[in-house]
Each structure stands twice: as structure tokens, then as C-alpha cells.
């Protein structure tokens, strides 16, 4: 985001500065899971992965599974859901919990996509990022005019910035001439006591020394990213303009927010489910004025599956489901909290991409512990505050040794109280041309 420290000089986002700058930055936003389906899970459910069991992503939804929008509905919410869904690989067919509903298969296409509209399918010409903004806008445009007293929810999934990126034409190219921002570890020297299988996963399709399978370069993948986030900021600026000039931005919460984080080369790497910084930790805006406080900062830690319970709080709504998550109302109001700042991140080993091993760790506001499940490799212990970009691991230093074990064990604890003492094992998948097993 153009207004964070450390992003690049040219980098434009002025949507998303503008939510910034009228709302509040949740500095310390993290996700679970750092993977589609299973964030996007944990969203919708307020549940760790462990508990929704959506793991990977290509598993279908269990049985049963309910998500909180359900709950919104009974407290007399209209709901739509315009965009990526991806839970369970061909599933794009209308899900409880939603009146209206616009999506697609899978992952997606970043132009001309087939749209499922409320259980229709039809081939839609476009830009992706553009096409779902125009169904988010109408839907909104519509409730306004059809039921203006009617609270609603609607839930805009962009398919951006999903790599491969794919930027829209008009900004193709806009930044081709930017230099490019290289994090200090990306170089392998940078890097001490990494596990093997980091220091392996440079050399393959997530590693910055062959990444795609040696298809792509690092520079053209960086500007494509940036120019790709371009259509999303102006998704994010129409939104805010409609709900300014219909007059509903004094009663309207606006929460943007990734439901992955991405390595942009730290490490050696290009993707995200590990446990490192840029994979965990996501954006998060929350806008809603006269309500959150303008330029406000909050430090505080936020997680995926804090955000169901925040909603359900502000409108009044309970759920029968137990949630993992909970409210951080108080936080967006500018309250102080009392509640530990500790997480648990958890991710499964995939078939289809078998570079990053099972991981589950224990972070706080100062330190992380992470360890690896099913591979003979270190684990790894970071002062992140002193050591921000996690060059300097520090499970072997004898002066850190009891923190270490004590997180550890906090980690198995939080793990066994969530009902995370087993692996949510599911049929792998078949082995696609673009996912080679690496040599």
C-alpha cells in the first residue's frame, strides 16, 4: 500500500490510501493460514483451519459447515458475495448464507471469465477486477433502491492480485521502467541457519532461482504484481465513492483485507505458506466514519478469524457455532484490550505443491517460534523486534533456549484446546502439467 513505510517511492494506491487516511491501519493484521481456501475458510467461520477442515485448495466444504453470513441473515441482513470463493476446486454454485450471489471455478481467469450468477452461468467479456466491481456496485445499487431500510452485508472477493498476475491493459506497462525494491534476504548470504528446505525451495517453483519452473523472471514478475494491484485500488475507490454519494458512509463499516500475504523474493522465495512475515502477516483497512477515527493506528493484533465475531458483535447477531476468533470491536472504537497478543498459525503440506513442509507456529507481539511437521530440518525462533526481517534464528542460542521451549509448548497447547491434535488428512490431487513434481 502506497502509504506504508518501506513501499516503493513510485507505488500508487491512493484508494487505499484514502481508507488509510479516513479510517484506521490494523498494522498487525495476520491470517491463520496463509492460503486461499483456508483463510478464506477461517474468515467465513471464524474457525482455525484444524477446526473448518477446508486445508488445502482443492478439498470440497465438509458437510455442515456454517458461515457466519447465515447469521446475519436470521438478524435481518440482505447478503451478497461477488467474486473469487474457491473452496473445493469446481464448486462455484450459490452458498447458504447468501441472497445474492456472483462467482466462478476455482482460482479463476483474469479476463473474460464464466460467471455464475445466482446459479446461472454465463461467458462475461472484461476485465475481471472491473467486471466484479460492476455486479458489487449493482447489487448495492439495487438494495438501496429496493429495500433502503434493510441492512446489508456484501462480501467483494477480488481474484487480485492472484498470482500469475495479469494487469489490466490500461495499466500494462505503467511500471516497467519502476527499479525494483530487492529485500536484503533475498540474497542467500543474508539469511543465517535457514532450514534446509528453505534454502532448497529457492532452486524450484516458489524459490527466486527458478521460480516458475525457470518461466518467469523476478523484475517482470515484481512490476506485474504492482501494476496488477492498480485495478483493485480503483475497485476499492468506486466502492467508497458509491457509499459516500448514496449517503450511507456514516452507517457503513468497510473492512479490505488479504486473505493470504505474499513473498516478494524475502528469503529466496515467491509465495506464501510458510510462517515468515510476508507470508502471514496481510493488509487491513478498516473505514467507517464517525464511528472509527480518522488516521488512526491500530497496534494491537488482528487475525482472520477475529473478523465473523467483530461483524456478528456490530450487528447485533449471534452464532450457534463455536468461533476460534473474537470480536476486536473494542480496538476499531479505540478501546484498550486485555487479552493475550499471541496467535497460532498452522499449514498442511500439499501434494500439489510439495516445496513447503507442514508448519505450525506460536507468534506474539515480540517473538515467533516455528515448527516444521514431518521433515528432519530445524525449527526456528525470531526476536522480531529485534530482528524485524527474521535473518537471526535463535533456537539454538542457549540464552533463548527456555523461550523456546515455553512457546513451544504454549503452541501445542493452544493446538490440543482448539481441537488441533490431528492432521485434517485429505485425498491428494491429481498432478496437473503446470505443477511438475521438481527433479
Excluded at 441472497?99 to 483474469?110: M, N, R
Excluded at 485495478?231 to 459516500?244: I, K, P, T
Excluded at 528432519?376 to 521451549?405: F, I, K, M, S, T
Amino acid at each position: 500500500m502506497g502509504f506504508m513505510p518501506g513501499a516503493p517511492e513510485w507505488l500508487e494506491t491512493p484508494a487505499l490510501d484514502r481508507m488509510a487516511a479516513g479510517g484506521a491501519h490494523l498494522e498487525n493484521a495476520f491470517v491463520t493460514t496463509s492460503l486461499c481456501s483456508p483463510s478464506r475458510g477461517s474468515i467465513l467461520t471464524g474457525q482455525y483451519a484444524h477446526r473448518h477442515e477446508i486445508v488445502d485448495n482443492t478439498s470440497p466444504i465438509p458437510e455442515g459447515t456454517r458461515f457466519f453470513p447465515q447469521f446475519l441473515q436470521q438478524a435481518g441482513y440482505r447478503t451478497a458475495y461477488v467474486g473469487k470463493w474457491h473452496m473445493g476446486e469446481v464448486d462455484d454454485a450459490p452458498q447458504p448464507g447468501f441472497d445474492h450471489w456472483v462467482s466462478f471455478q476455482g482460482q479463476g481467469v483474469y479476463t473474460d471469465p464464466v460467471l455464475n450468477v445466482n446459479g446461472a452461468r454465463a461467458q462475461a467479456k472484461g476485465y475481471t477486477t472491473d467486471l466484479l466491481t460492476e455486479h458489487a456496485l449493482d447489487w448495492l445499487q439495487r438494495h438501496r433502491a429496493q429495500e433502503p431500510e434493510t441492512p446489508f452485508f456484501l462480501y467483494l472477493s477480488h481474484k487480485a492480485v492472484h498470482a500469475e498476475f495479469e494487469p489490466a491493459q490500461r495499466h500494462r506497462g505503467s511500471h516497467a521502467d519502476k527499479p525494483i525494491p530487492y529485500p536484503p534476504t533475498m540474497a542467500e548470504s543474508e539469511n543465517r541457519d535457514k532450514p534446509d528446505w528453505v534454502r532448497a525451495q529457492r532452486d524450484s517453483w516458489h524459490g527466486v532461482d527458478y521460480m516458475y519452473h525457470g518461466d518467469m523472471a523476478f523484475d517482470g514478475f515484481y512490476r506485474a504484481y504492482t501494476e496488477t494491484l492498480l485495478a483493485l485500488d480503483e475497485s476499492v475507490g468506486r466502492v467508497l465513492d458509491y457509499l459516500e454519494t448514496a449517503g450511507l458512509a456514516d452507517s457503513t463499516l468497510v473492512i479490505y483485507m488479504g486473505d493470504n500475504g505474499f513473498l516478494l523474493g524475502e528469503h529466496g522465495l515467491i509465495d506464501k505458506r510458510n510462517a515468515y512475515e510476508e507470508s502471514m502477516r496481510v493488509p487491513m483497512l478498516a473505514w467507517a466514519p464517525g464511528f472509527i477515527e480518522a488516521g488512526s493506528t491500530i497496534a494491537p493484533m488482528v487475525r482472520n478469524i477475529d473478523i465473523a465475531p467483530t461483524l456478528l458483535e456490530l450487528a447485533n447477531a449471534r452464532s450457534p457455532v463455536a468461533m476460534d476468533g473474537r470480536s476486536v470491536l473494542p480496538l476499531l472504537r479505540g478501546e484498550s484490550v486485555s487479552w493475550p497478543l499471541e496467535m497460532l498459525y498452522e499449514y498442511y503440506w500439499e501434494d500439489a505443491f510439495p516445496h513447503t513442509p507442514t508448519v505450525f507456529a506460536l507468534r506474539d507481539q515480540r517473538y515467533k517460534y516455528i515448527y516444521y511437521h514431518g521433515v528432519w530440518d530445524g525449527d526456528e525462533l525470531y526476536d522480531l523486534a529485534a530482528d524485524p526481517q527474521e535473518r537471526n534464528n535463535l533456537v539454538r542460542d542457549p540464552a533463548h533456549r527456555a523461550r523456546a521451549a515455553a512457546m513451544k509448548g504454549r503452541m501445542w497447547e493452544l493446538l490440543d484446546d482448539t481441537g488441533g491434535m490431528r492432521i485434517p488428512l485429505k485425498p491428494a490431487g491429481e498432478w496437473r502439467a503446470d505443477q511438475r513434481r521438481p527433479e
